[in-house]
């Protein structure tokens, strides 16, 4: 099992940035995939980005262009850079970590991103 801890969320105004830091302890090993996955108030949880350990990564719509992810294998971290933040980007932000041939994730605490108008 993998324990994750994630951090750096916030209060930011529209326009502004965060970054996010998920560092992962147990068992990593290199056929890992890790992201984040973010849930609004009254809506599913949904992917926002992940990164594979070969450094391939999927984005959502509608982040591309204003996140940014990256990992770094040899500290099992995980980082999510957030430019231009929207109103609608307000949501719990969890991260995950899963074999990549088998969904079967563990999950961070989650951290609270507020983005004001």
């Known amino acids: 099992q993998v324990q994750l801890v994630d951090s750096g969320g916030g209060l930011v105004q529209a326009g502004g940035s965060l970054n996010l830091s998920c560092a992962a302890s147990?068992?990593?090993?290199?056929?890992?995939?890790m992201g984040w996955y973010r849930q609004a108030p009254g809506k599913q949880r949904e992917l926002v980005a992940h990164?594979?350990?070969?450094?391939?990564?999927l984005y959502a719509d509608s982040v591309k262009d204003r996140f940014t992810i990256s990992r770094d294998n040899a500290k099992n971290t995980v980082y999510l850079q957030m430019n231009t933040l929207k109103p609608e980007d307000t949501a719990v932000y969890y991260c995950?970590?899963?074999?990549?041939?088998?969904?079967?994730?563990?999950w961070g605490q989650g951290t609270q991103v507020t983005v004001s108008t």
């Open positions: 995950f970590a899963s074999v990549e041939t088998l969904w079967r994730p563990d």
């Open positions: 147990g068992s990593i090993g290199n056929d890992y995939v």
């Open positions: 990164i594979i350990s070969a450094g391939n990564t």
